[in-house]
């Protein structure tokens, strides 16, 4: 399907049986993603260790377009090598350098198969949306990092890399040695990471720039 538009075509809510109750199946193609949006996701919410959101069409039949949950996290620079600290901490100013960072985790990233790799770009719009919902000034807590448990392939680091992240160890051999992941065995996921300040001033720059500020509008992924 192509055309879409979160922002003019469709609703954010908090995700929960009535919204299933009310929407046509969601699958974005990879079982574990469906199976905890499906089963998982309202006791996550109910301890209050994550909570789901879901974009819907406000055209019936209502489709679920897109989810994404989220939990509070933070990067400990403890946990991390020396290098890749100092690259973390570039753009912070050095009075407020310490030993953790405040950020929230996308613990779980979906959009709905119909819509992905269409002109739409839904997980370029989603990804938007989420970085500037924790810029926005009426958020109600520090935030300065974006980071993900991505897992290692291809596909999916691509999409996260084309919407800014990076990751936050350099290598897989650093990463393994800060997990104790032995080398010979593989690395499932890469931890990534989106300076929210940094991209603020980017956005702010080019505004005065043009004289115009545009929101951008792309695609765990099942996303593309």
Known sequence: ?????LY???VMLAYNKEVR???LPFTCGENDLDDFFLNDADLYAD???GKTYCWVTTEIPHRIVALF???N?????RLISPNDKNRLQRNIVNPK?????????IGRLGVNLEYQGTSSHVGRQLMAFIKDWFRHEDNKTGCRFIVVDAYNEEKILRYYERNGFVPLYKTDVIEKQYYDIPQDEPLK???LYFDLKKERANVQNNAVETDELTVPADEQVSAD
């Open 1 to 5: 399907m192509d055309g879409i538009s």
């Open 8 to 10: 003019d075509d469709c």
């Open 21 to 23: 109750r009310n929407c």
């Open 47 to 49: 301890e209050l260790l």
């Open 69 to 71: 949950t989220l939990s």
């Open 73 to 77: 996290d933070s990067i400990k620079t």
């Open 97 to 105: 350098r310490g030993r953790s960072y405040p950020a929230v985790l």
């Open 189 to 191: 996921t890469r931890l």
